[in-house]
């Protein structure tokens, strides 16, 4: 299995522009989480699904950002209109099953906003 | 205050140094307890687990977690240049499938030749 596939690896943008990120989690996962990670704050859970729904939100900073999950094998974050606070590295991670102890990262996404 | 502390370092050793990292935590509900390494620019990946407290070994790395103290470790023996990364404590409440995990922030090292 590759893993963990994140796309774009590196993405810059312009303030007020729409970003979208694209995460395909690990075959057979189900669980799959959406981190943002910055120096001041380290790693914060911004959502994550359980099944392809959304089990806890309570981490997304603003309206500005959404999550989907349309099938097993593909979620995105979508950050519109996107700001310069919101540049840091986002990361996809996948677990498996009830009672799975591992979740598996993919390489992250370094998104500035200039 | 944080629900976990974690000193981000830097820390810097010469090879073959014994290493302790540790975190503080607030919250005495926790109680699996995680330390995962990430190399630069890269996803951070599990390192060890342990379910409440006492010490679990696998190779040169030791978890312990002294659950009166609220207070974790990892100690690496014989350190070695690879070692060298961020390693991140986290803790969580339960075992099913809606856990969410706390982190610290994490701890930089870097073992020198």
């Known amino acids: 299995d590759a893993g963990v596939i994140q796309s774009p690896r590196h993405e810059v943008t312009e303030m007020g522009q729409e970003v979208t990120l694209r995460c395909k989690p690990i075959?057979?996962?189900?669980?799959l989480f959406w981190y943002r990670q910055t120096m001041m704050r380290g790693l914060e859970l911004l959502i994550y699904f359980n099944n392809n729904v959304p089990i806890d939100d309570s981490g997304m900073p603003e309206d500005r950002f959404s999550a989907k999950m349309p099938n097993a094998s593909f979620s995105t974050l979508k950050i519109q209109p996107s700001e310069p606070r919101d540049s840091a590295v986002y990361f996809c991670a996948s677990r498996s099953g009830t009672g799975a102890t591992e979740a598996f990262f993919g390489q992250g996404t370094r998104l500035t906003v200039v | 205050q944080k629900e976990v502390e974690q000193d981000p370092g830097p820390l810097s050793v010469p090879e073959g140094a014994i290493v302790s990292l540790n975190c503080t935590y607030s919250?005495?509900?926790?109680?699996?307890f995680m330390w995962y390494r990430q190399y630069s620019r890269k996803g951070p990946e599990l390192l060890m687990y342990?379910?409440s407290s006492g010490n679990k070994e696998d190779g040169r790395f030791t978890a312990q977690v002294d659950k009166s103290s609220k207070y974790i470790s990892l100690f690496i023996r014989d350190s070695q240049p690879s070692d060298s990364a961020t390693y991140l404590c986290?803790?969580?409440?339960?075992?099913?499938?809606?856990?969410?995990?706390?982190w610290g922030l994490g701890t930089s090292l870097a073992v020198n030749p």
């Open positions: 342990t379910y």
């Open positions: 986290a803790m969580t409440f339960n075992a099913g499938n809606n856990r969410k995990l706390i």
């Open positions: 919250n005495s509900a926790f109680q699996y």
């Open positions: 075959s057979g996962h189900n669980s």
